[in-house]
């Protein structure tokens, strides 16, 4: 009964004469609705907030069609000007260019429903400065490992030496550790409160555990290891709150070695400067991190690249072993 309901629901809309609604409210909102089955909940959650904080408000009584170059400019420097999050005085860059890319794409649906020129093409998006990418050198690694709680030294240990995001690392189970292969498989990860698959299809990949890792998961796996599930669960068998775990654990550990204070992020970028220092292939890097090419990683990590040996694996471990880690 309720499939052929919705078949009824179907034939009713198939049949009905429909004309797209031209207040940009409307005509946004019925565009979330047609492409959001193509969306994980997290991006959903991200253009509803994009839409209910920026886009209707600025929009909303306007008809989409009569949207022009002065319209878009303004909204442009209305957007820089609205507040930041966290300590951010107004919003970045990057989030203003994802509000436009959202916008984008709602003026790019209404071109073709209306025979129309979307005018946000001819409009360039807000400069964003590059990655600010602080990494720690191996001996400050080392010091951190030493100081940290004992209970999260394998934790610390595998996201400085594999370059795993925060939600990959957070919400990887012992079904994705091949101690046989020495590979952590990124399968799924954890955000925003729920589980759900890699950020792009290039993060979908295969990690290479080095020799400290697999020590890290091989003692972590006497703790967690016979319950199965996640292998860094809290102490309710639940996935890590990152806000506490960079608040309780990394910054007062941080201030205590007197370390810069930076984000428990930059251990991924730690472990890409140390592959780099070590002389690895960067397109081994590149698929250890998830990237779809080099691009990225010389765009990011430009001074750090020295003359390359092309090996895979070994002159990281040789690095180690130099320096006790092995």
Known sequence: M???????????????????????????????????HRWKASQLETVNGILDGYLIPGFDNCRVVSIDRRALLAFRAWLARQPGRGRNETLSAQRANHVLSV???????????????????SIKRLHVPKT???????????????????????????????????????????????????QIRVRETFVRGAFTTPKTPASRRDVQMSAPVKKALRDQFQVTGERGGLVFPNTRSKPLS?????????????EELGFEKRPPYQTRHT??????AAGEN?????????????????DIYARYVPNLTRRDG??????LDANGLV
């Open 242 to 254: 990152h806000s506490n775990v960079r608040n309780r654990i990394w910054q007062p550990l941080l």
């Open 103 to 121: 916008l984008n794409g709602i003026l790019d649906e209404a071109a073709v429903q209306f025979d129309w020129a979307n005018p946000l093409h």
């Open 271 to 276: 472990a890409a400067t140390l592959w780099l």
């Open 314 to 319: 070994s002159a990281m471990e040789a690095l």
């Open 2 to 36: 309720p499939n052929q309901r919705r078949l009824e629901d179907l034939r009713n809309a198939l049949n009905a004469t429909h004309r797209a609604p031209e207040n940009f409210a409307e005509f946004a909102r019925e565009w979330r609705d047609n492409q959001s």
């Open 282 to 298: 960067p397109e081994w890097i590149a698929r250890q991190m998830g990237h779809t090419s080099t691009e990225m990683l010389f």
């Open 132 to 182: 600010d990418v602080m990494p720690f050198s191996l001996d400050e690694v080392q010091q951190i490992l030493a100081h940290v709680r004992s209970d999260f030294r394998a934790y610390f240990t595998v996201r400085f030496f594999t370059g795993l995001r925060t939600g990959e690392i957070d919400g990887l189970q012992w079904r994705y550790v091949d101690f046989e292969r020495a």
